[in-house]
């Protein structure tokens, strides 16, 4: 968990809106547009992307590989490999969703739960939170996947995403927030709480 500064210390940083306006309201995403103060008292404008919030699964198979997708995404004209991930519906407890995603998504089910933290990937202009989960014991099974939703299932060892990070081959900042988050719990430096699945 971060450690938060009591708000006092943040006085001197902190913007506050003036005015809000929302520019676009999608079915998934939201668009707003903000007149802010800032702390020497000019006015500025701030825009950004409203999320829902979303989950990311890292399944670690019994062989010591994990478990991916790839799959085309649009506004990167090409096809990317990534973890199991997924949107969060609204009320929808974390651990719950990311179970739903990783069943939908890969067709496995895991034994074990581990919630590692919250990654914020796009602080500047989105205030999307995507809450990691790492998973194990997992056991096959088959894919529901949402219609319209395309996707290939591969499997990589530790070293082979290492590789095709340091290459440029691995982009996706979750995916590689993951495989950072992995090597320290491998590595004894971060810790990992595993819970029975419910």
């Not at 005015?19 to 500025?44: E, I």
């Not at 974390?94 to 890969?106: I, M």
């Not at 990937?121 to 894919?143: T, V």
Request: some cysteine; glycine content about 8%; overall charge negative.
């Amino acid at each position: 968990m971060p450690i938060e500064k009591p708000v006092a210390e943040d006085l001197h940083l902190r913007e506050q809106a003036l005015q809000q306006d929302t520019v676009f309201s999608g079915s998934f995403l939201k668009v707003q547009r903000d007149t802010v103060r800032l702390p020497d008292g000019k006015t500025a404008t701030r825009e950004f992307i409203r999320h829902p919030g979303a989950v990311m699964i890292v399944p670690l198979l019994d062989d010591g590989r994990l478990l991916l997708e790839r799959q085309f995404r649009y506004p990167m004209g090409r096809v990317m490999l990534e973890f199991p991930a997924g949107k969060l519906d609204a009320g929808e407890v974390p651990l719950h969703c990311a179970q739903r995603e990783l069943l939908e998504e890969t067709g496995y089910r895991a034994r074990e739960w581990a919630h590692a933290g919250v990654l914020h990937n796009a602080i500047a202009y989105s205030d999307e939170g995507i809450e990691i989960f790492f998973a194990r014991g997992l056991s096959a099974g088959k894919q529901a996947l949402d219609e319209g939703e395309f996707l290939d299932l591969v499997t990589h060892s530790v070293e082979e995403l290492e590789r095709y990070s340091a290459q440029g081959e691995l982009t996706d900042a979750k995916t590689l927030v993951g495989l950072l988050w992995l090597s320290r719990w491998q590595n004894g430096a971060w810790a990992l709480n595993w819970q029975a699945a419910a």
